[in-house]
């Protein structure tokens, strides 16, 4: 059953800061409340859906700018509702999950997620990385609408930072916003190794090294969609993009 708390009214995109809108889909009142209360006190406004299919209904009608989306749900699961929302209209997606399954993480971040945050979880750490992710959408939008000087090519891998599109191999590949800011990192100084560290403070704007494991489930999903040998892991240390030796 959906549970639907501070609407707002008119069809216009959301504007920063207050008027962020996020969608919190969640089966556990305690877990939902909580997340919306914390939300409320950082300025968003906050609607909240228990199952799959009310999910999916409320972002079609309410137009989120961000989706903070269980995986486990009545109805439908998590999987099924970000694919079905993405489809429809891209927008950044934090997955939870309650078991810390690596599977489950790559799974979600394939379907279209942006981040994942494993239960139980601090609702500091939740605010801050909603927080990054909006700022990442902005971001985004501004190196869109930003000429850029043509295409960077590694070899038979190409990277249109204009469109944001990437190529193997003249194919396309489909990435997701942080996948394509963790690829671009990487390709500006490349062969060069970068630690978790520095890639969280890049990709993430994450100051402390909390997130590492996020950042090697993304790498892993990266790999699986522009070539493993394409990345490189440097063990204790971090990663490296490798490109032709000339």
């Known amino acids: 059953m959906e549970q639907t708390h501070t609407a707002h009214n008119g069809t216009a995109t959301a504007t920063p800061g207050a008027q962020r809108r996020v969608l919190v889909v969640e089966d556990d009142p305690t ?50 509702v970000c694919r079905r929302v993405q489809a429809a209209r891209p927008v950044p997606v934090l997955m939870l999950t309650a078991r810390d399954d690596e599977t489950d993480m790559l799974v979600g971040l394939g379907v279209g997620a942006d981040d994942y945050m494993t239960k139980p979880f601090s609702m500091r750490e939740l605010a801050a990385r909603v927080h990054v992710l909006l700022r990442r959408v902005e971001r985004a939008a501004i190196a869109a609408s930003t000429p850029r000087s043509g295409i960077l090519r590694l070899g038979e891998l190409e990277i249109d930072h204009a469109q944001r599109r990437v190529r193997v191999r003249s194919d396309d590949v489909h990435l997701t916003p942080t996948e394509f800011d963790l690829l671009v990192c990487l390709a500006n100084t490349p062969r060069a190794v970068l630690s978790r560290e520095q890639l969280l403070a890049e990709v993430w704007d994450w100051a402390d090294a909390s997130g590492t494991r996020t950042v090697d489930s993304h790498i892993k999903a990266l790999r699986r969609k522009i070539g493993a040998e394409r990345i490189r892991t440097v063990h204790g240390v971090g990663y490296a993009l490798e490109t032709p030796t000339p």
């Open 31 to 80: 877990i939902v409340d909580a997340i919306a209360a914390r939300l409320r006190a950082e300025g968003f406004l906050v609607q909240t859906a228990g199952d799959g299919p009310a999910a999916v209904d409320t972002a079609e009608a309410w137009q989120p700018d961000l989706l903070i989306l269980d995986i486990m749900l009545p109805g439908f699961d998590g999987l099924e």
